[in-house]
């Protein structure tokens, strides 16, 4: 892996991040237009960071960002690099109304890898770092739920040592539902 730095959102990332949601899940075949609560990702820091939760990005410089030659696009800039990864925690009071409840858990919203840089251990990187941020404050369970259109994510939570614990629909997507003791 290359010189992944990852931190703690900065407000000058708010258009890169929303740059990544929406590559990413069109290169899944999903319209970003379509995918329901995506509003907190036009206010990270009442979303994320004044809930008690957290929101983290993943940057490269620029000359480790370079993408294949034949990569319809790149990563988006930010002030110190370009964004490559990117996802958020919550406590599960604070998610969304209709997803589940877990008392006392915390739920992963908004993982994000750039299509250019998947399958590089970026994802694993951040998800370790959003599980020790979930640790360090407290929280003995964490949830992750994903869209059955995006068979990497589910594949990812899987291996990641997350159990299915259940299916839903919501918004017309087929939802699967993983958690995780920590």
Same mark, same amino acid.
């Given at each position: ?6 931190? /703690? ?61 034949? &990569? ?5 800039? +930010?002030?110190?690099?370009? +964004? ?15 997803? /589940? ?7 992963? !919203?908004?993982? /994000?890898?750039?299509?250019? !840089? ?34 990497? &994510? ?26 995780? /003791?920590?």
């Amino acid at each position: 892996m290359s010189d992944l730095r990852i931190r /703690r959102y900065d407000p000058r990332d708010a258009d890169a991040v929303w740059d990544l949601h929406e590559w990413a899940m069109g290169e899944t075949g999903t319209d970003p237009d379509d995918v329901p609560g995506t509003e907190d990702l036009r206010d990270v820091e009442a979303s994320y960071l004044d809930t008690g939760g957290t929101f983290l990005v993943g940057v490269l410089d620029g000359d480790d960002a370079a993408a294949s030659p034949d &990569a319809d696009r790149s990563p988006p800039s +930010v002030h110190d690099g370009v +964004v490559v990864a990117m996802g958020g925690l919550l406590p599960n009071e604070a998610g969304h109304a209709d997803e /589940r409840t877990v008392p006392g858990a915390a739920e992963l !919203h908004r993982m /994000r890898v750039a299509p250019t !840089h998947q399958r590089r251990g970026y994802g694993h990187a951040l998800l370790a770092r959003l599980e020790a941020a979930a640790a360090d404050l407290g929280y003995e369970t964490l949830l992750a739920t994903t869209a059955r259109t995006q068979p990497a &994510a589910v594949e990812f939570y899987r291996d990641e040592g997350y159990e299915r614990v259940g299916e839903s629909t919501v918004a017309g997507y087929e939802l699967v539902h993983f958690e995780r /003791r920590l």
